[in-house]
């Protein structure tokens, strides 16, 4: 039996409670399967009154990360406080101390990548990140370790329980944006500033993590075209349905001939397509490579257990590597990160999708027409138009599907139709995508 490695834990909220509860109550279900007995030392956390509904081994907890840090024992240091600062010093210094480190925390990596995993490497230690995109879905290791004979092209889905579970409450529900945010909120799914899971900028950190192991470069979260939900309401939720179609907050990369294509937005997509049926705080990963074809990994893409799985699942592979010596390399980025270079961006105003406009405007004769004007005036080609007095007495919704139509048309048009007088407020955009040529 090889010795028994210790692991410190920073972080006792959502994910840090789900964790140390695998840890603690499947001690002997990982020793079992790994033929390792692995510890867990030490929590952290600012707050050690809170009861979290677990048996803790006493003196088990602190609130001074310093016991974590300088206790040369400790070979596994899990960050799950989440945020920038204190988190990326505390990460760097566990690592300068020879331990390996374990991090939910995409913000992180995404904002810090090149830092921590050159730190790894500097100091001869591996970070493992699965819990950082996709929860408890595997996806880090099928990227990183199953698709590895592929190139993959497409790398698409939903990303953000948060989000997909206030849209799915909304439309399954007709549920209100505000009161299905609080629920995510209540059952551990939305980051410590949801502002983060609505305004797309949680998605742009996964995708930001998960384009840059899947196509072999160092993307920046600024690469990514980034929005959210905030602006829809349950009158487009309602038109999407009419219309055979539900909008998920969809993550799309993909490499083509022309460059490398970084999105995240509202997206409708075909209520009988696969990514249509994904309810809740489901995430969905769609990914194409040329060996593989297409493969899809669905599950629970937030939330304590599941995300606790996943980062078990980490300290279980590094614990197998120290325990074996052997190499960091596995558990460590893929591939070595400094040798990355730059994406070849494609800019997101050559994007060509179809498009739903909902227009608020005033109901006065000729405000159709001028709209449809200044669409005609940018090529933009209309494929059919509702107009419902679905909106307040004051003003009215149109809305409005295209044709095929060139980003950059498109952003013309509606800087001109939203000056208008008759419009009432910013036109609210969705894109189409019939997913087929995503798919291809
Ligand atoms: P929580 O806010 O529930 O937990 C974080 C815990 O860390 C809190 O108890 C917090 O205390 C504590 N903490 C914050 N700063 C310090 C500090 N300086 N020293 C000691 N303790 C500190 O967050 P989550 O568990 O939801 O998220 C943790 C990480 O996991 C984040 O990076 C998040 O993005 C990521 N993640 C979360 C998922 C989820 O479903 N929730 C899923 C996947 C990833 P206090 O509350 O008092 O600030
Ligand atoms: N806030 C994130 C979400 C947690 O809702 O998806 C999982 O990364």
């Given at each position: ?18 964790t140390?509860?695998?840890l603690?109550?499947q ?5 079992r ?6 510890r ?6 600012k707050?050690?009154?809170t ?5 803790l081994?006493?003196?088990?907890l602190?609130?001074?990360?310093n016991v974590?840090l300088d206790?040369?024992e400790?070979?596994?240091?899990i960050?799950?406080?989440?945020g ?5 010093t505390?990460v ?10 374990v991090?939910a ?6 904002m810090?990548?090149?830092?921590i995993?050159?730190a790894?490497e500097?100091y001869?230690v ?15 290791k ?5 698709l590895?004979g ?5 790398v ?7 989000a997909?579970?206030?849209?799915t409450?909304?439309t399954?529900?007709?549920l209100d ?5 609080q ?5 551990g ?8 899971d ?7 950190h ?6 840059s ?9 600024s ?9 829809l ?5 309602d038109f ?8 998920k ?7 083509t ?13 075909p ?5 249509g ?6 995430n ?5 490579g ?8 669905y599950?629970?893409?937030?939330g304590?257990?599941p ?10 592979d590094?614990?197998?590597n ?10 460590s ?9 730059s994406?070849?961006?494609?800019p997101?105003d ?6 739903y ?5 005033l ?11 200044i669409l ?8 059919s ?25 498109v952003?013309r048009?509606l800087?001109?139709?939203?000056a208008?007088?008759v ?6 955009v969705?894109?189409?995508?019939d997913?087929?040529?995503?798919e291809?």
């Amino acid at each position: 039996m090889s010795r028994e490695i210790k692991v410190g834990l920073l972080g006792f909220g959502t994910v840090g409670s789900g964790t140390a509860e695998i840890l603690l109550e499947q001690s002997e279900l990982l020793k079992r399967r790994s033929g390792l007995q692995i510890r867990l030392a030490r929590i952290c956390d600012k707050d050690t009154e809170t009861p979290r509904g677990l048996e803790l081994p006493p003196g088990i907890l602190t609130d001074d990360v310093n016991v974590l840090l300088d206790d040369p024992e400790i070979d596994i240091f899990i960050e799950l406080m989440g945020g920038l600062e204190p988190a990326r010093t505390f990460v760097l210094e566990a690592m300068k101390k020879g331990k390996h480190v374990v991090t939910a925390n995409k913000a992180l990596l995404a904002m810090h990548g090149r830092e921590i995993f050159g730190a790894a490497e500097e100091y001869g230690v591996s970070v493992g990140f699965e819990a950082s995109v996709g929860g408890g879905i595997p996806v880090i290791k099928a990227v990183k370790e199953g698709l590895i004979g592929n190139h993959l092209t497409t790398v698409m889905g939903i990303m953000n329980g948060t989000a997909n579970y206030i849209l799915t409450r909304m439309t399954d529900e007709g549920l209100d944006y505000e009161d299905a945010l609080q629920e995510a909120q209540r059952l551990g799914y939305a980051e410590a500033d949801p502002t983060y899971d609505v305004e797309g900028i949680d998605t742009a950190h996964k995708l930001t993590i998960l384009a840059s192991l899947s196509f072999g470069v160092k993307v920046e979260l600024s690469d990514v075209f980034t929005e959210g939900i905030t602006r829809l309401s349950l009158l487009d939720i309602d038109f999407a349905r009419d219309l055979g179609y539900r909008i998920k907050l969809l993550a799309i990369a993909r490499n083509t001939k022309h460059g490398t294509e970084l999105r995240v937005h509202p997206t409708m997509v075909p209520e009988s397509h696969l990514l249509g049926q994904i309810g809740g705080a489901y995430n969905a990963f769609y990914i194409i490579g040329d060996s593989v074809g297409k493969v899809l990994l669905y599950g629970l893409g937030a939330g304590k257990m599941p995300t606790g799985s996943a980062v078990v699942a980490d300290v279980v592979d590094m614990a197998r590597n120290i325990a074996s010596s052997a190499s960091v390399q596995t558990s460590s980025f893929g591939i070595p990160f400094k040798s990355l270079g730059s994406p070849d961006l494609i800019p997101m105003d050559s994007l060509v999708s179809r498009y739903y406009f909902r227009f608020s405007v005033l109901d006065r004769p000729g405000v159709l027409a001028g709209i449809a004007g200044i669409l005609g005036d940018l090529g933009i080609s209309i494929e059919s138009v509702v107009q419902e007095g679905r909106g307040s007495e004051a003003s009215v919704s149109i809305v409005m599907l295209t044709h095929e139509a060139e980003e950059v048309r498109v952003s013309r048009a509606l800087k001109k139709i939203d000056a208008l007088d008759v419009v009432s407020d910013r036109t609210v955009v969705i894109r189409i995508e019939d997913l087929q040529a995503l798919e291809g």
